[in-house]
């Protein structure tokens, strides 16, 4: 009885909707974080994109992905670019990565005779312990 009374189409026209409201809502919420993380944006071009976003939505989202889209995607590489160096130096840091890096050298220099044995066990304690 109920497949009578809400047809199919308006079945598919109700998730159309619903999909596309969603997706205006990742995208307001997207260029929000996009327009505040911004270093090339003064506090003034700051606030009237926004004021453009609060006053017509669906016609600033589309203006500023004309006029930005560019740097929205320099802005993520940068972002997760600061994140795997962030990363990165965290893990080196735990692994002690750097430890060996520095023995090698230490054992370099010992092989060039520019330090002593003496000063290279002193050296090696220091960085083991």
């Keep these: 009885m109920v497949a009578y009374t809400y047809p199919l189409l308006d079945f598919f026209w109700t998730i159309l909707w619903l999909v596309g409201f969603i997706l205006f809502i990742w995208l307001f919420i997207i260029i929000v974080m996009d327009v505040f993380r911004s270093h090339d944006m ?12 609060l006053v017509l939505p669906l016609i600033g989202i589309l ?25 990165s130096a965290y893990v080196k840091q735990v692994a002690g990565g750097g430890t060996a890096d520095e023995l090698s050298k230490l054992a370099d220099l010992r092989a060039s005779g520019v330090i002593t044995d003496a000063e290279f066990q002193a050296q090696k304690a220091k960085l083991l312990g």
């Design 42 to 53: 003064g506090g003034w071009a700051k606030a009237g994109w926004i004021i453009l976003l």
């Design 63 to 87: 203006i500023y992905l004309i006029a930005r889209g560019g740097k929205m995607a320099e802005h993520r590489m940068a972002d997760a670019r600061q994140q795997e160096q962030a990363f």
